[in-house]
Nanobody, 114 residues
Framework: QVQLVESGGGLVQTGGSLRLSCAAS????????IGWYRQAPGKQRELVAI???????NYADSVKGRFTISRDSAKRTVYLQMNSLRSEDTAVYYC????????WGQGTQVTVSS
């Protein structure tokens, strides 16, 4: 059984940075299909960054140039580096394996204060 566990969230000031981690465990051998979503209070869950064709990454317009996905296959971990954080980035961040509809992590809270 595959599990995803996020970590790295916290409280940060506007303009600060955080790096989220998503560790995959279980029978999965590939982390190439794992992406990031987020859900702010009172809003629907939205895409942040997901793998696309040709090894590229599809980023939400609101995070382009500020957020970056990276992967460490040896550690089976996907990272989301978040720079120049804004108050509107406040949300619970989830990692999700696009191969499996129901495979989500438990989420990690990111709060950006002004």
């Amino acid at each position: 059984q595959v599990q995803l566990v996020e970590s790295g969230g916290g409280l940060v000031q506007t303009g600060g940075s955080l790096r989220l981690s998503c560790a995959a465990s279980g029978s999965t051998r590939s982390i190439d299909t794992i992406g990031w979503y987020r859900q702010a209070p009172g809003k629907q869950r939205e895409l942040v960054a997901i793998p696309s064709s040709g090894g590229t990454t599809n980023y939400a317009d609101s995070v382009k140039g500020r957020f970056t996905i990276s992967r460490d296959s040896a550690k089976r971990t996907v990272y989301l580096q978040m720079n120049s954080l804004r108050s509107e980035d406040t949300a619970v961040y989830y990692c999700h394996d696009l191969r499996y509809l129901s495979l989500w992590g438990q989420g990690t809270q990111v709060t950006v204060s002004s």
